[in-house]
């Protein structure tokens, strides 16, 4: 059972323009939202975050939305630019065991980015 | 900055070896995290750790053990690998209480053939 859903799996966009990521969640405990980001032969790299307290985080070209009625979160990217082409994962916290925090994972998205 | 270190970037072994996988963060961090990584499935959560001896099942515990007997280093180990148990390792880290945010290591590519 897919908890964090991302149901795009690829995405291309032009230099320039804004690319938009989505995420869809069934868990309604979760309460904390991450994208991270990852590059072939490395490991993901955390982007941003958003608490559930938030309808949206902003940093620098980077903005995440949630919207938790509909279970829904999004992230904005702007102006894309080539560095940017990687996958994108979703991921979602709301348990913990010990000290540890748990994620959840979505599928990813792999965004390219044309010139 | 957060190192968080794979002993293998590449690894292949034989059906019904056993495998080690080895992890060593240097930031002095509570937690510890083994995922794998397949095609479409994203990352599932195999084991975690939060404390020196303590460790819990993720989401994909079957077929695989882990040791975590020094704070720094968090070891996976495929009791008997298998074909199906070819895939990208992620060991991730992350500091004390109420931080989500996990870093991670560069990734074992294992391949059992």
């Known amino acids: 059972d897919q908890q964090v859903k991302q149901n795009s799996p690829s995405l291309s966009v032009q230099e320039g323009r804004i690319s938009i990521l989505n995420c869809d969640y069934t868990n309604s405990m979760f309460d904390y939202f991450l994208w991270y980001k990852k590059y072939p032969a490395e490991g993901p790299t955390f982007l941003i975050s958003?608490?559930?307290?938030?309808d949206k985080n902003e940093d620098g070209r980077f903005t995440v939305f949630l919207n938790k009625s509909a279970k829904h979160l999004s992230l904005h990217i702007v102006p894309s630019q080539p560095g940017d082409s990687a996958v994108y994962f979703c991921?979602?916290?709301?348990?913990?065991?010990?000290?540890?925090?748990?994620?959840?994972f979505g599928t990813g998205t792999r965004l390219q980015v044309t010139l | 900055d957060v190192k968080v270190t794979q002993s293998s970037r590449y690894l292949v072994k034989r059906t019904g070896e056993k495998v080690f996988l080895e992890c060593v963060q240097d930031m002095d961090h509570e937690n510890m995290f083994w995922y794998r990584q397949d095609p479409g499935l994203g990352l599932r959560l195999i084991y975690f750790?939060?404390?020196?001896?303590?460790?819990e099942k993720g989401d994909i515990p079957e077929g695989y053990s882990v040791s975590r007997e020094k704070k720094e280093r968090f070891s996976l180990i495929l009791e008997s690998a298998s074909t199906n148990q070819t895939s990208m390792y992620l060991c991730?880290?992350?500091?004390?209480?109420?931080?989500?945010?996990?870093?991670f290591g560069p990734g074992t590519r294992l391949t059992v053939t």
């Open positions: 958003i608490s559930s307290i938030k």
């Open positions: 750790s939060y404390d020196v001896k303590m460790k």
């Open positions: 991921a979602a916290s709301g348990s913990l065991t010990g000290t540890a925090s748990k994620l959840t």
């Open positions: 991730a880290s992350t500091p004390l209480r109420g931080s989500y945010e996990q870093y």
